[in-house]
């Protein structure tokens, strides 16, 4: 806890990221290079994350399970593409036990191999399937530069692995989960995205059609927020996951997989932050609010200490933290809380105690009011989904005001600097390669909502039928 203040947002985006990360309590470096530690603040957010995600996994009929952290490398080996994908981010085991292992093992970089073949010893008849399992864990890929929740050596995420009779049903598996993704985001995040389609290039390596959902950061870079990938045959042929169908036939499944990771904190942290620091969406905040109670003597603080715990039980139902610091000022916690994005600070002083009310300060636009004790149960979650919405509407005028349609390709590399493109384009991966060296923007995704009809692409000129997103990346 300092009273230093942040680098300014606009200046030195990736400085106030970092350093807020870090003053927040958030999360701090691990002592190998690469690895992080999530404090408990930061992890009372994810807490909140998986709750809401898991409630939706669940209603859409899946399980959770867990697979071993150690894979055989062999089992890496068997799908070719998904090997070159991940071998130079591979964490790998050649000791156990004091004596070299006869396999060397990988560390999971994610659990797709070791699921497919227990897929195919559990799979045997059409009766088996759908399998539609989701695991919570870690998984490491080497990394070479840190940055807190985006780019770490071990993150935490969801995988799920589901298992069809079906393409179609896989489909529409695939489908389901990235609108999962993205009702999650909107309406507990308040982070608007655009679900699309990645181009041959920019896809999960041995999948047939990945899509992702792809939010606007504060500075207007994109960030990939979730995935949801249709593998096809891919994996089921790689690892013999079979099923006899009803006429006993032996058919290969159809697989999906879709993640979402800690990655998803930093994205609530650029997107919603301002010069003051975090600002929490509500729904998801780990105090949704804070109480201070301000007072100057015994008998002040014994009247506003009994009025607090009145304020207490009649909003039991959310997540309240009371701030009884004796040796800090008022003061001093409105900026703690404000930096650390608590959406609402409820202040109580010996006016308040008088007027049989309580002062309201709304994180997300600064402004206060007041609030009469009989109100409190009904009117601070309607003040909390206010704040919600607020916050959405901010985020998606802003990632609107800040996508262009340019009209031809100098234009394009003007708005690519500090923006996101929205343009006809071909599909041809050699054209995206050359519009990712002369700009470093790289194709976010192919919209899944089209216009319709056809166009030139932005590049080459070539004719193309599908609008793409490109920007700059996390
Ligand atoms: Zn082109």
Known sequence: MSEEKLPNR?????????????????????????????????????????????????????????????????????????????SPQLAVVTIGGGSELEEPLAVRPTSETVIGHMYSKWIE?????????????????????????????????QEGHTAHATAEEARQETNQMLEVY?????????????????????????????????????????????????????????????????????????????????????????????????????????????IVPIYKNDAEKSSVMESLQSVRDSLSQLRLHVDAREEVTPGFKFNDWEMRGVPLRIEIGPKDVQAGQVTVARRDTRQRSTLALDQLPLGVPALLDQIHDGMLQRAREFMQSNTHQPADYQEFQQVVESGWADVWWCGDADCEAEIKADTKATNRVIPLEQPGGNGVCIHCGKPATERAVFARAY
Request: overall charge neutral; charged content about 20%.
């Open 10 to 86: 606009m200046e030195n985006f990736s400085d106030w990221y970092n350093q807020l990360v870090l003053k927040a309590q958030l999360a701090d470096y691990g002592p190998v290079r690469g690895t992080m530690v999530v404090r408990p603040y930061g992890w009372a957010l994810w807490e909140n994350i998986t709750a809401a995600l898991d409630q939706r996994f669940k209603a859409t009929g899946h399980v959770n399970a867990a697979f071993p952290l150690l894979i055989p490398m062999s089992f890496l080996q068997k799908e070719k593409d998904h090997v070159e994908g991940f």
């Open 125 to 157: 008849s059409y009766r088996d399937l759908p399998v539609l399992i989701n695991v919570w864990n870690s998984v490491v890929r080497w990394e070479l530069r840190t940055k807190l929740f985006l780019r770490t050596t071990e993150f935490y995420w």
């Open 182 to 290: 993205a009702d999650f985001s909107e309406n507990e995040a308040a982070v608007p995205v655009i679900r699309g389609r990645k181009s041959e290039s920019e896809k999960f390596a041995g999948a047939v059609n990945s899509y992702s959902i792809e939010a606007m950061m504060g500075d207007k870079r994109a960030l990939q927020a979730g995935t949801s990938h249709y593998l096809g045959e891919n994996f089921a042929r790689a690892f013999e996951i079979r099923y006899l169908d009803q006429e006993n036939t032996l058919q290969y499944v159809s697989t999906t997989s879709w993640g979402l990771s800690t990655r998803f904190v930093g994205a609530i942290i650029m997107v919603h932050g301002d010069d003051q620091g975090l600002v929490m969406p509500p729904r998801l905040a780990p105090y949704q609010a804070v």
